[in-house]
């Protein structure tokens, strides 16, 4: 299995304990994946490139502000707000998936690292409450599907002056066809992580006003 200097190579300043709970994160996946299958079998070889990695792109292209409050669309077994939590430790993460043995996991996970900035739910997207700052996600279905779901949910900026709050979204592949008129910025990861892996990888962001004005 792939190690977790993987992640030190890319964000050279991480804290000594942040390096300690990228560290852990191998470990206490590959035993909860033995009891309850969150991540593919297969992958768990690559488990910092595909799933820790890949989840931090995220911050390539936006660090996140103390205080922010980003909801994490879909987390499956914690995917991006796990790693994303470990990176920004003064940032508020809400992890919502409509599985409930993932949130499990998400729980204990968060719970042997201390990330106390976690918090999470069982429930659909639609049905979770409140407004955030930013929403993230990583390839749970169609763009076209997925922004009326988070509709309303993301509120006034919290005072950042580099990005307009919005939806910062995981996806592979030829976007085209799928953003049609959306009005989105697109960051290939390739441009940040060397690995044949991250070629056809992307970050799109999609500012509120879009999100609020989208029609399907």
Do not use: C
């Not at 942040?18 to 560290?23: E, I, N, S, T």
């Not at 043995?101 to 201390?114: C, E, M, P, R």
């Not at 979770?128 to 900026?157: C, E, M, Q």
């Amino acid at each position: 299995m792939q190690t977790s200097e993987l992640i030190l190579q890319h964000f050279p300043d991480l804290t000594e304990r942040q390096q300690q709970q990228f560290a852990a994160l191998g470990p206490l996946y590959a035993e909860w994946n033995s009891k309850i299958n969150v991540i593919s079998r297969k992958d768990m070889e690559q488990f910092y490139e595909k799933h820790v990695l890949h989840s931090l792109g995220i911050a390539k292209v936006h660090r996140f502000l103390p205080g922010q409050r980003v909801l994490d669309v879909g987390t499956g077994g914690g995917f991006p707000g796990v790693p994303l939590a470990i990176l920004f430790p003064e940032t508020h993460f809400h992890l919502v998936d409509s599985i409930g043995k993932k949130i499990k996991v998400v729980d204990a996970v968060a719970s042997a690292l201390g990330l106390e900035n976690i918090r999470t739910s069982h429930e659909r997207a639609e049905r979770v409450g409140g407004t955030y700052d930013f929403v993230v996600s990583r390839a749970v279905t169609h763009l076209h599907n997925f922004l009326p779901w988070i509709k309303g949910k993301i509120g006034k900026p919290h005072q950042d002056p580099t990005r307009h709050n919005g939806l910062l979204y995981l996806k592979g592949g030829d976007l085209a066809e799928e953003i049609g008129h959306i009005k989105a910025s697109i960051y290939p990861l390739n441009t940040y992580f060397k690995g044949e892996f991250f070629d056809t990888k992307k970050v799109v962001y999609v500012p509120k006003s879009e999100i609020g004005a989208f029609h399907k």
